[in-house]
T-cell receptor, first 119, second 118 residues
Framework: DAGVIQSPRHEVTEMGQEVTLRCKPI?????LFWYRQTMMRGLELLIY????????DSGMPEDRFSAKMPNASFSTLKIQPSEPRDSAVYFC?????????????????FGAGSRLTVL | AQTVTQSQPEMSVQEAETVTLSCTYD???????LFWYKQPPSRQMILVIR??????QNATENRFSVNFQKAAKSFSLKISDSQLGDAAMYFC???????????????FGKGTHLIIQP
């Protein structure tokens, strides 16, 4: 497996523009997570899905942020309109709750991250 | 809400020496996992080691081992024979597991920047 795939790796946009970040989880994983990393706030959980259903979106900062998971192999995180304070690295991660324990059940595997800069 | 505290923003160690990174957590739950992740300058998050709360035996992975003190809610990482490639940010993380199946996301500490002196 190629691991968790995120795109784009880097995004520079202007304030007010729409930003869409994409994630392909590891095949067979039933959990998908979106995290944001900044120097000030560290790693924050934004939202997570189980079997494509959003379970907890309490970390989504405001209505400008939305996330979808239309199928088991794809998720998006959208920011509309974007603001300079949204500048951060956004990570997607996936995990399986059903693997045998020795195979790493319940371990999150992270993508390489998407670095977003909003000017 | 669960919290994870890493009290050492930065640590420095000589190559080939041993270093211990501290982590404490606060939870009222009994079933959970604890993790250490490494983030080198490439920013990739890499799993170092994990510990299931129900296991009394401390986890080990080659040069990496943990000291898990459940009653004290302490979970420190020991790196033996430090190598230049160990230089990175190290994050301690907690994950609550539900008794009926299912789990929360990871709650991370603020991280410890580990410097390896050649």
């Amino acid at each position: 497996d190629a691991g968790v795939i995120q795109s784009p790796r880097h995004e520079v946009t202007e304030m007010g523009q729409e930003v869409t970040l994409r994630c392909k989880p590891i095949s067979g994983h039933d959990y998908l997570f979106w995290y944001r990393q900044t120097m000030m706030r560290g790693l924050e959980l934004l939202i997570y899905f189980n079997n494509n259903v959003p379970i907890d979106d309490s970390g989504m900062p405001e209505d400008r942020f939305s996330a979808k998971m239309p199928n088991a192999s794809f998720s998006t995180l959208k920011i509309q309109p974007s603001e300079p304070r949204d500048s951060a690295v956004y990570f997607c991660a996936s995990s399986s709750g059903t693997l045998p324990d020795l195979s790493g059940a319940n371990v999150l595997t992270f993508g390489a991250g998407s670095r977003l800069t909003v000017l | 809400a669960q919290t994870v505290t890493q009290s050492q923003p930065e640590m420095s160690v000589q190559e080939a020496e041993t270093v211990t990174l501290s982590c404490t957590y606060d939870t009222s739950e009994s079933d959970y996992y604890l993790f250490w992740y490494k983030q080198p300058p490439s920013r990739q998050m890499i799993l170092v080691i994990r510990q299931e709360a129900y296991k009394q035996q401390n986890a080990t992975e080659n040069r990496f081992s943990v000291n898990f003190q459940k009653a004290a809610k302490s979970f420190s990482l020991k790196i033996s024979d430090s190598q230049l490639g160990d230089a990175a940010m190290y994050f301690c993380a907690y994950r609550h597991m539900y008794s009926g199946g299912g789990a929360d996301g990871l709650t991370f500490g603020k991280g410890t920047h580990l410097i390896i002196q050649p």
